[in-house]
T-cell receptor, first 113, second 114 residues
Framework: AQSVTQLDSQVPVFEEAPVELRCNYS??????LFWYVQYPNQGLQLLLK??????LVKGINGFEAEFNKSQTSFHLRKPSVHISDTAEYFC???????????FGQGTRLTINP | EPEVTQTPSHQVTQMGQEVILRCVPI?????FYWYRQILGQKVEFLVS????????KSEIFDDQFSVERPDGSNFTLKIRSTKLEDSAMYFC????????????FGDGTRLSIL
């Protein structure tokens, strides 16, 4: 079955600290991988995507993610977070041949001053 | 930058009533989607729509649900007879021609069934 797991439902960090949000997906031949961010009372905004090529992808707001095929992971990282990064982050996967996105449960990132 | 827009932002409806959620996808996009997120749960796929017909749907998308693109700009989701468990945030998304293009989401409609 196609599934996406975000291992942490909540991640509290201090401002200017690094953060990693974890995402694992069920194995498949070919996938496209995405991270979306949802700020309070807003919709889902694309942070970054992995389609092919370099396994390290850079997105908006200083975020990056690394695709690891052997681990079936696509963890999201930022070296130094800001208060404005407080939001819910969703990992999503598009499996080959399917149009839909399969989402993880989301990780709520809380930044403490 | 072009956006997906959804109306209304919040809809309150009595159980058993019909409700129509509206979306205006990005103008040159060809694929359209509805997702929902029940409070505290993950975002779930409902249906995808291409070339004026449903291309894929989930088990959630039963006979109570329908989608329509009544004109060149709107994309609607209708729930015929709402149930309490239909209460959720409903997101519309659209995508360009190619499968490796990302889906762009609207801000959602919060549907509350009383």
């Amino acid at each position: 079955a196609q599934s996406v797991t975000q291992l942490d439902s909540q991640v509290p960090v201090f401002e200017e600290a690094p953060v990693e949000l974890r995402c694992n997906y069920s194995s498949s031949v070919s996938v496209y991988l995405f991270w979306y961010v949802q700020y309070p009372n807003q919709g889902l905004q694309l942070l970054l995507k992995y389609l092919s090529g370099s396994t390290l992808v850079k997105g908006i707001n200083g975020f990056e993610a690394e695709f690891n095929k052997s681990q079936t992971s696509f963890h999201l990282r930022k070296p130094s977070v800001h208060i404005s990064d407080t939001a819910e982050y969703f990992c999503a996967v598009s499996y080959q041949g399917a149009q839909k996105l399969v989402f993880g449960q989301g990780t709520r990132l809380t930044i403490n001053p | 930058e072009p956006e997906v827009t959804q109306t209304p932002s919040h809809q309150v409806t009595q159980m058993g009533q019909e409700v129509i959620l509206r979306c205006v996808p990005i103008s040159n996009h060809l694929y359209f989607y509805w997702y929902r997120q029940i409070l505290g749960q993950k975002v779930e796929f409902l249906v995808s729509f291409y070339n004026n017909e449903i291309s894929e749907k989930s088990e959630i998308f039963d006979d109570q649900f329908s989608v329509e693109r009544p004109d060149g700009s709107n994309f609607t989701l209708k729930i015929r007879s709402t149930k309490l468990e239909d209460s959720a945030m409903y997101f519309c998304a659209s995508r360009g021609q190619y499968s490796n293009q990302p889906q762009h989401f609207g801000d959602g409609t919060r549907l509350s069934i009383l």
